[in-house]
């Protein structure tokens, strides 16, 4: 009899003591998946979202985007989503004047902010030239390599012809101006851009290296592919922060064949990486960003 009953206590004492050493290791096992997990929770930064896509993907400019966009008590990009055409440009005018060039440059100062905001994204020694991409020294020679091209014309504008004495924020606005070979800014002169009818018998314009630019056919100028998306946002920026701010009233249709062309070339040549670096630059130095860039499918709200 006593040996059962010994029996029962040496059981009852070893469940105790499995349970006791069950209940120690869930404990510990519970405290570490928390210090986990608030490791995890100080260490992850999640990615800061928009309501449109942006294609911006650093961490760092996105902060900054979201500080930018939300600098205006009167401006939120959530409430465009229920505007559209006309009445849609005009909101976003009401917050891109305001922050508009803040610090602005001047004309003369292009010359050398430029080899900042349009230097290549693998040699800073080297500047990249809009329509050829091709990649020169990157110095200022008096406008003999290359000079500043106004990729929404002034005849087309109605701005100032006098540059380096303008107040007109058209004229030096980093996001508008870009370096060019100077042979292809003077082919390209003030003709609008379009598609041209046939490119084998239209005008090939070549940079001073040889490099392709565009063609020119009836008045009519249509760089290549990679730049196309590139020249569409500008003029779409340019459409909406300068719209009928001087002579004439610098809409889209009138530097471009179509709207429905300048939407074809925003989809067809996406932002690539040389387009976010240099809307970043040009932030940072001008004050201001390329809400195209930012947010490229607005332009289908006003224009589509």
Not at 143 to 153: D, F, I, L, S
């Amino acid at each position: 009899y006593y040996a059962i009953i010994f029996k029962k206590v040496i059981i009852m004492k070893l469940r105790k003591l499995f349970i006791l050493v069950l209940s120690i290791f869930v404990s510990l096992t519970l405290v570490s998946c928390t210090k986990k997990t608030k490791a995890e929770t100080t260490t992850t930064n999640p990615k800061i979202e928009f309501v449109y896509y942006t294609p911006e993907t650093s961490d760092y400019y996105l902060k900054k985007m979201k500080k930018y966009y939300e600098s205006s008590e009167n401006f939120s990009l959530e409430f465009t989503k229920d505007l559209s055409g006309e009445t849609l440009i005009l909101y976003l005018k009401s917050f891109l004047s305001v922050v508009h060039c803040t610090k602005a440059v001047g004309y003369g100062n292009l010359r050398q902010h430029l080899l900042t905001t349009d230097a290549s994204l693998t040699n800073s020694t080297k500047l990249t030239l809009f329509y050829s991409r091709d990649e020169i020294d990157a110095k200022w020679d008096s406008g003999k390599t290359w000079n500043r091209e106004h990729v929404y014309c002034r005849n087309l504008a109605g701005f100032e012809k006098d540059y380096n004495n303008s107040k007109q924020f058209i004229v030096y606005d980093l996001h508008h101006v870009r370096p060019a070979d100077s042979s292809v800014n003077s082919s390209r002169s003030d003709s609008p851009y379009g598609e041209v009818a046939n490119k084998d018998t239209a005008r090939k314009i070549y940079t001073k290296n040889g490099t392709l630019a565009g063609y020119l056919q009836n008045d009519i100028f249509e760089p290549i592919d990679s730049v196309k998306g590139d020249v569409a946002r500008i003029v779409m920026y340019v459409s909406v922060v300068y719209y009928m701010m001087y002579d004439k009233t610098v809409e889209l249709g009138d530097v471009i064949s179509s709207e429905s062309l300048a939407l074809k070339w925003n989809a067809m040549d996406p932002v690539d990486d040389s387009e976010l670096y240099r809307n970043n630059a040009a932030f940072g130095i001008q004050g201001n960003r390329n809400i195209f860039i930012d947010f490229p499918e607005i332009a289908n709200q006003i224009w589509g």
